[in-house]
């Protein structure tokens, strides 16, 4: 019969080596294909031709021109005609405001010669670095405990 302490002892070691991150986590998004602006997007997609289907992840930088919360979602629309518009799909506007410059990153798909959806899509401002390992730009706020 197993001590109750050495019983605990285990069931720690066990919960610890599933809750503990390690060198070969794999993230919830691969790397983008590509990162253009909107005013490059259109070139860009031609290297995307054949590809649709695919988990392909891009990310575009431009000004937001649209941000809508809804139940649950919350949509982001930048780029403007004769740039293809691209659509971002995800939980949580963090603040953004319509005319504010984004990067946006996600799973790419073409709803159209102009229209790209980017879903699910996480969003972050130029400069700061992407969200790690695919976490929605929300959950880097600190919290302190």
Request: net charge negative; hydrophobic share 40%.
């Amino acid at each position: 019969m197993i001590a109750p302490t050495l019983r605990f002892a285990s069931l720690a070691i066990l919960a610890g080596t599933f809750l503990l991150p390690t060198a070969g986590t794999t993230q919830a998004q691969p790397e983008p294909t590509f990162r253009t602006n909107c005013g490059e997007l259109r070139a860009a997609l031609k290297s995307l031709a054949g590809k649709e289907g695919e988990l392909i992840t891009i990310e575009v930088e431009g000004p937001l021109g649209m941000v809508k919360a809804g139940p649950g979602l919350t949509y982001l629309g930048l780029c403007q005609a004769p740039d293809p518009q691209v659509l971002c799909v995800t939980y949580d506007s963090n603040g953004r405001k319509a005319g504010e410059r984004v990067v946006v990153s996600g799973s790419w798909e073409q709803v159209g010669p102009d229209h790209i959806k980017l879903d699910p899509c996480l969003h972050f401002l130029p400069g700061e670095p992407a969200p790690p390992d695919g976490q929605p730009s929300f959950a880097r706020k600190s919290v302190a405990l």
